[in-house]
């Protein structure tokens, strides 16, 4: 009895073995008939495709194929002649389709119709033929087929969703409208979708708000609201104006979903973010005094607190600073001077350096932070602010230990690669360009894309220019302005860069030198004289590496300060046409489509 067994169980491994053997070879032949197929050897593919079929008849993928192959070799009548025999053992409605689409290359459009009915009305008989017959509709782009049949199936299946297909059929159509109609049915069906769809949406919608799809897809929200108020039409409503850029409006919804489920203002606080990031600075200070009167949480009342201070100091008069000072103040009497309050601290220090023009009472204050009972990140981040404002008072070597201090004790971490990316950059303030630059060509392999390419423009900057004489001025000169800039001394240094500019004309830093001027310059609002420096760029260094920065930054100069819209157009134009790999492409042709007033599907 126990040798039967084992024959059998012997006799059941040869079997699987041979069948996965089987499996391997069929892949193979299967593989390369594709190849066949794909390089144009038609006869070749067929007669792979062939063999596999005669071996494995039931198989609808090797019947495919084979049919596929002959309209490609355009002999019709031979697909046929399979489509028709496999149909004559059973009336399959989605073979019934591929002999319409086979008629309809013959030309035979009446058949073609005729089969394509048929198939369609197989699903009254059959609702679930509705997923096979729509997906062969689709793979020939027979389209209005392919809604027809998914149309009957929704009327048969009322438990089933088809309106994703739908959806992808219409966006295929350029039917935007109806396309935008199925993808809300869907989440309605699928809440759970919505960020999935939010993608499929993007591609369709654009910051301008008149465009004819934007103002479709904000109706049908405000109808399901007024409907259905659920809360993911909230949601998607405030991500579309988000898109615009409607910051305001957007946080009206944002308020109603909160009010509707006030577990978190994460939401809320991204969005004040944003609207920050996006310059919007009165909706942000609206949305963060929202979260003052509103959050229980400790962090986020300081951070609300904390970024309305900064918002506050950003634009401040001189006389203002003593105000802002007081409400940090006010706050630490509130809420303490502890390892919870440390953030703040943080901003209180950067502010009293940078803004209230007091370093030495900042450190002062900073040091009294990093005797709290706090962790080695935390005391990074302490001594980071603390180097900065050491750099600030031109305190080089103090400043190069505690930077060297966080990357030694918190090694390939973020933080210890910006505080080597420091160690670096105060190298250069000082005009030790050699130290500097060896330190950089480590950090253009930092884990941190930011810090890479912070690094990678530095060391362009130093070894593009050190040579040019050997006293290496001009790049002195410039990394003296860099440094007052730091200082937000920015007159100053428009005033050393200017003396670059005539010592020094025609070497090689000079684009570097208009560039960077111009930035200085549209940080005090004297947009004509940036939309100088920016010209002279684009006149006299078209071959160099900051000619895309410059038309960049020239178009937005027209687009959004100086009302030029079809000079801004005309230079977003040359970016997408002369330079596809700028890291500005994007953004650009995002812009010009919008200025051309382009629908964008």
């Not at 067994?5 to 892949?27: G, N, T």
């Not at 033929?129 to 027809?148: C, D, K």
């Not at 060896?438 to 990678?456: C, E, F, M, R």
């Not at 684009?538 to 960049?552: G, H, K, P, Q, S």
Request: aromatic share 12%; proline share 2%.
């Amino acid at each position: 009895m126990l040798v039967k067994k084992h024959i059998v169980s012997f006799l059941l491994m040869a079997l699987c073995s041979l069948s996965v053997f089987s499996q391997r070879e069929d892949q193979k032949q299967l593989e390369l008939g594709d190849s066949y197929f794909d390089k144009g050897e038609y006869n070749k593919a067929l007669l792979t495709y062939k063999r596999l079929y005669d071996a494995k008849p039931y198989s609808y993928n090797y019947l495919y194929k084979m049919v596929e192959t002959y309209q490609q070799l355009e002999k019709y009548n031979e697909a046929n002649l399979i489509l028709q025999k496999r149909i004559e053992r059973t009336r399959i409605p989605i073979l019934l389709v591929e002999l319409g689409y086979n008629y309809q290359l013959m030309d035979s459009i009446s058949k073609a119709e005729a089969f394509y009915n048929e198939a369609i009305a197989s699903i009254d008989q059959k609702p679930t033929y509705v997923y096979g017959v729509g997906q062969r509709f689709e793979s020939h782009s027979l389209l209005p087929q392919a809604i027809e049949s998914y149309k009957k199936g929704q009327a048969l299946l009322p438990d089933k969703n088809f309106s994703i297909q739908l959806a992808r059929i219409y966006g295929d159509m350029g039917d935007v409208k109806n396309m935008f109609e199925n993808y809300i049915d869907y989440i309605a069906y699928k809440p759970n979708v919505l960020n999935n769809i939010k993608r499929n949406l993007s591609q369709f919608i654009s910051e301008n708000k008149d465009t004819q799809n934007n103002k479709d897809l904000r109706i049908l929200l405000l109808k399901r609201i007024q409907n259905n108020p659920d809360a993911h039409w909230y949601e998607l409503l405030s991500w579309l104006y988000v898109q615009e850029k409607q910051y305001n409006k957007s946080f009206i919804q944002e308020k109603a979903l909160y009010r509707r489920n006030p577990e978190s203002l994460e939401r809320i606080i991204d969005l004040a973010i944003t609207a920050r990031d996006d310059n919007d600075i009165e909706t942000a200070k609206d949305i963060f005094n929202y979260i003052v009167e509103t959050a229980q949480d400790l962090d986020v009342l300081l951070l609300a607190h904390q970024s309305l201070l900064e918002i506050e100091a950003e634009n401040a008069r001189d006389k203002e600073l003593e105000s802002i000072n007081n409400k940090y103040l006010k706050l630490f009497e509130t809420f303490g001077k502890t390892e919870l309050t440390l953030s703040l601290q943080l901003a209180y220090g950067q502010f009293l350096a940078f803004s209230y023009n007091q370093p030495d009472q900042a450190s002062e204050f900073l040091k009294a932070s990093y005797k709290l009972d706090i962790s080695p990140y935390q005391e990074a981040l302490v001594k980071l602010r603390l180097a900065d404002i050491l750099v600030l008072q031109e305190k080089f070597n103090e400043a190069l230990i505690y930077y060297t201090q966080i990357k030694a004790n918190l090694k390939n971490s973020t933080i210890a690669q910006e505080a080597a990316y420091k160690i670096a950059k105060t190298s250069y303030y000082k005009g030790d360009f050699d130290w500097a630059e060896s330190q950089l060509k480590v950090l253009k392999a930092s884990t941190s894309q930011l810090i890479a390419n912070d690094a990678l423009d530095l060391k362009l900057l130093i070894s593009d220019n050190k040579y040019d004489d050997t006293t290496q001025t001009a790049l002195k000169y410039y990394a003296k302005a860099d440094l007052l800039a730091f200082q937000n001394n920015t007159s100053e240094a428009i005033k050393l860069l200017d003396k670059v500019l005539t010592e020094h004309k025609g070497e090689s830093i000079t684009d570097q030198t208009l560039f960077t001027q111009a930035k200085l310059y549209e940080k005090q609002n004297q947009f004509e004289k940036a939309e100088v420096n920016y010209q002279k760029i684009i006149a006299d260094y078209r071959e160099d590496i900051l000619i895309d920065d410059a038309y960049y930054y020239l178009a937005e100069l027209y687009n959004t300060v100086l009302g030029k819209p079809e000079e801004a157009k005309a230079l977003y134009e040359k970016i997408i046409f002369n330079h596809e790999d700028s890291i500005y492409f994007v953004e650009a042709r995002k812009k010009f489509r919008m200025l051309r007033g382009d629908t964008i599907n």
